[in-house]
């Protein structure tokens, strides 16, 4: 599906329609420029008409659109899934729906349950968590996505730093699950250092690239790090 923003003016017959949010006694600035940010959004707009969970699903769709990740059969686990806009895409276009293939999902929020999908509140830092999700998925994945992120600090150095090191630890277990083949997409940020994830990616992936969708608002520093083509695991 090839989404756009573009066809949306925020005007009619000459008026501008774009809302505009007052800052209330009990809201903050910053609050009060996210709930304009999100009324005036026309991915979010799209996501309600056309019963996605989140704007998300529009940056998974344009990259699996570019890249051909997700096929009918496949199994897929996406952490840090809530509010469900990727495992949503996933599940419809790996046909968990029908129950050819399976998605696994967790965070550490709960989601309305989605068709095709198996998901559990859990926590990715926890010890036990990876041999949790591979008893939930019961065999080798064919793709592992990441969508986590920790709570914003407003330090964007100190951000950074807590994004990958949420991104090597998916890495890491997405070494251990995939089979052969596989792919692996996690959220990063731009203008830092993630070197340490991109050489062990360049090793263990045939192919590793950036991808920002046209989804990923222009002024956030959120990108995308793809690799595909996993190379297997050694043999102990």
């Not at 949420?166 to 251990?176: G, I, Q, R, S």
């Not at 996690?186 to 340490?196: D, N």
Request: charge should be positive; glycine fraction near 10%; proline fraction near 4%.
């Amino acid at each position: 599906m090839t989404t756009s923003g573009s066809g949306t003016s925020g005007r009619e017959g000459g008026r501008s329609l774009k809302t505009r949010v007052k800052t209330a006694a009990r809201r903050t600035n910053s609050s009060a420029r996210w709930l304009q940010r999100q009324l005036n959004d026309p991915y979010v707009a799209q996501a309600r008409r056309e019963g996605w969970r989140s704007r998300a699903a529009y940056k998974l769709l344009e990259i699996d659109e570019r890249f051909h990740l997700l096929r009918p059969g496949q199994r897929i686990i996406d952490l840090g899934a809530a509010p469900g806009g990727w495992a949503q895409v996933a599940a419809k276009r790996c046909a968990s729906e029908s129950g050819n293939g399976k998605v696994v999902g967790i965070d550490l929020l709960a989601i309305e349950p989605i068709p095709g999908v198996e998901f559990t509140v859990m926590d990715f830092n926890d010890a036990d968590a990876p041999q949790r999700l591979q008893a939930m998925l019961g065999s080798g994945a064919d793709g592992v996505m990441s969508d986590m992120a920790a709570n914003a600090t407003g330090h964007r150095q100190t951000d950074h730093l807590r994004i990958v090191a949420l991104a090597e630890m998916a890495a890491d277990f997405a070494c251990d699950v995939l089979e052969p083949g596989g792919f692996f997409l996690a959220k990063v940020l731009q203008g830092g250092t993630e070197g340490q994830l991109l050489t062990r990616l360049k090793r263990d992936f045939a192919l590793v690239r950036h991808v920002k969708p046209k989804a990923s608002r222009a002024d956030s520093a959120e990108l995308y790090v793809l690799a595909t083509g996993f190379r297997g695991r050694d043999k102990p």
